[in-house]
């Protein structure tokens, strides 16, 4: 069931029903919003209402014993296809993009007509990931789109993408989802998780339920007391910062750091969005805490040393909020 995004929701229903069905729609908005999970539940009820027994008019819903949904979720319908990035060798991490192949692996299913009813889907997760020579061969597709077919293509960056491409696709657009949708999102995600966690979630997740998931079961309330107390304190004895160090340099610790790594620089930018006076000292600190997470990550820095330079810059918002009250 689909949280919000009642426009596009009903832009495409209209469309589908309609008779004006684009062949290619292009989903656009912030990470994490829910253009994914839009993309596979439209496409499983394209496919369901093509193939019957008949679904649902009025919202994107498949009851689970429909015969498309089992297909789909045992994975092997044979008129859907999902393009997204594929693990490395011998690795957990995923490749960089969707490559050529992939797309050109398309070829065989366009091959033939569709095997349970008129129409097949592709869901592309996320267009922006996918290599040039992938783009140029999946533009062909586009521009002379196969009988029955439907692209579905997740977008958080349009203005990245080849011009041609997105002027072949629908543009639906996604915003960010109200707190009481991102609570719903996140209840249904993190079933056993306490109120405490919740709320927290739903503090960071400013409107995108996906970015929030990334910092479940980090204790991302301790670790955001921890940076408001040292911006409202300040660490005249560097006692604070050097105890986070510490802490998040163990290696069972890897992925607080790593969130600690983005949610030290968002609240030094939340503060300079607060400011006056002090914006501009504000904003210093926080292009040199990003500058020193971006590296962090590329770079392999030490953890412990990382932690404390930040939480430093933190730090020193107690003083520019000091000065600016004087």
């Known amino acids: 069931m689909i949280v919000g995004h009642e426009e596009p929701v009903a832009a495409f229903l209209d469309a589908a029903q309609s008779g004006r069905m684009h062949h290619a729609w292009m989903l656009t908005g912030p990470q994490g919003v829910g253009k994914a999970t839009f993309a596979l539940a439209a496409a499983r009820w394209l496919l369901a209402d093509a193939a019957g027994p008949r679904v649902p008019r009025d919202r994107l819903d498949v009851p689970d014993g429909h015969p498309v949904s089992s297909l789909l979720e045992a994975g092997s319908h044979p008129d859907f296809k999902l393009l997204q990035r594929l693990p490395r060798a011998n690795s957990d991490e995923l490749a960089r993009s969707i490559n050529v192949e992939q797309v050109r692996g398309l070829q065989p299913l366009f091959a033939t007509t569709p095997s349970l009813s008129s129409r097949r889907v592709v869901v592309i997760d996320a267009i922006d990931d996918m290599e040039r020579a992938g783009a140029n061969a999946l533009l062909k597709n586009l521009e002379e789109p196969p009988a029955g077919t439907i692209f579905l293509a997740v977008s958080h960056a349009p203005g990245r993408l080849l011009p041609t491409i997105r002027s072949r696709c629908r543009v639906l657009r996604f915003g960010p989802l109200e707190e009481a949708q991102v609570r719903v999102v996140l209840r249904r995600a993190l079933p056993e998780s306490d109120d405490r966690e919740i709320d927290s979630l739903v503090r960071v997740a400013e409107g995108s339920p996906g970015n929030a998931l990334r910092f479940a079961g980090l204790d991302i309330a301790g670790l955001d007391a921890a940076i408001e107390t040292l911006a409202a304190r300040?660490?005249?004895?560097?006692?604070?910062?050097?105890?986070?160090?510490?802490?998040?340099?163990?290696?069972?610790?890897?992925?607080?750091?790593?969130?600690?790594?983005?949610?030290?620089?968002?609240?030094?930018?939340?503060?300079?969005?607060?400011?006056?006076?002090?914006?501009?000292?504000?904003?210093?600190?926080?292009?040199?805490?990003?500058?020193?997470?971006?590296?962090?990550?590329?770079?392999?820095?030490?953890?412990?040393?990382?932690?404390?330079?930040?939480?430093?810059?933190?730090?020193?918002?107690?003083?520019?909020?000091?000065?600016?009250?004087?």
């Open 234 to 326: 300040g660490d005249s004895s560097n006692a604070l910062r050097t105890a986070l160090g510490r802490a998040l340099a163990l290696k069972s610790a890897q992925p607080r750091y790593e969130a600690f790594l983005e949610r030290a620089p968002s609240h030094i930018a939340a503060a300079a969005r607060r400011g006056k006076e002090d914006m501009g000292d504000t904003v210093a600190l926080w292009r040199q805490a990003r500058d020193i997470a971006d590296r962090a990550v590329r770079l392999s820095l030490d953890p412990q040393m990382t932690v404390v330079e930040i939480a430093g810059l933190v730090a020193k918002l107690a003083h520019t909020e000091t000065a600016a009250k004087g």
